[in-house]
């Protein structure tokens, strides 16, 4: 992921996120400008129970009704991204590694749904305000994570939906360009308002923002890309 300042030496959790590798159904953008829609899905708290910097796949569980959830979103077209902050890897207490394993357990969990994510995109740097932290493009409310996989998936952020239970999640949904829903967990402690940080919808089950979607989204589902002029 690019800084937005330049740094004199590498640090340890650069050029570790899994969008600069070849993320399992990397799927170019498709000649013809046909587009494909996404959702974009925080994980802690949204996906699974939230564990504070938990890396143990052991302590990795699905919160109810994610997974059917994430099927029918899969089969009206959308494509499922994870995106996720992972400060954890920067302020020293896992190595980037270690996300390796949380992909492969979401993927196991996911898997009797039928549900593939397309790829998980982390931002391993540190929040603002620790010592020596150079400000990241990815770390949400920035919109980074999304916007570099929606360059290399080919995605229109217009017809795509940021999912998240905290409203920096909703921040950097909006900043991308995309829809966003809040699932109101009780995360959000700060309820900094502002035009960024207002959702589209707020519930307060996964299952009823897939519904949101499913529902916010016939308006474009059945576009289809105009034929090229002959
Ligand atoms: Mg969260
Ligand atoms: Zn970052």
Request: charged share 20%; hydrophobic share 45%; aromatic share 6%.
């Amino acid at each position: 992921m690019a800084m937005n300042a330049p740094t004199s030496q590498p640090r340890p959790w650069d050029h570790h996120t899994r969008a600069e590798g070849l993320p399992r159904g990397a799927s170019p953008a498709p000649a013809g400008g046909s587009a494909a829609r996404a959702v974009f899905l925080d994980k802690d708290g949204t996906l699974v129970h939230d564990v504070p910097y938990n890396v143990d796949p052991d302590c990795i569980d699905l919160i109810a009704g994610v997974g059917e959830s994430l099927r029918s979103l899969q089969d009206a077209g959308f494509l499922l991204f994870v995106v996720s902050n992972q400060p954890g890897v920067a302020l020293g207490r896992f190595p980037v590694s270690a996300l390796g394993a949380v992909e492969a357990r979401l993927d196991e969990l996911l898997a009797p749904f039928g549900v593939m994510i397309t790829a998980y995109c982390w931002c391993p740097h540190p929040p603002a305000g620790m010592r020596g932290a150079v400000a990241c493009t990815c770390r949400k409310p920035r919109p980074g994570l999304l916007l570099d996989a929606a360059a290399t998936h080919g995605i229109a952020l217009e017809r795509s939906w940021m999912v998240g239970d905290i409203l920096d999640d909703i921040e950097a949904g909006t900043r991308a360009g995309c829809r966003t829903v809040l699932v109101d967990r009780g995360n959000e402690t700060r309820w900094r308002a502002g035009r960024l940080r207002t959702p589209n919808a707020i519930v307060y089950q996964f299952a009823d923002a897939a519904a949101m979607i499913l529902d916010g989204s016939r308006d474009v589902a059945s576009e289809r890309p105009r034929a090229a002029p002959a």
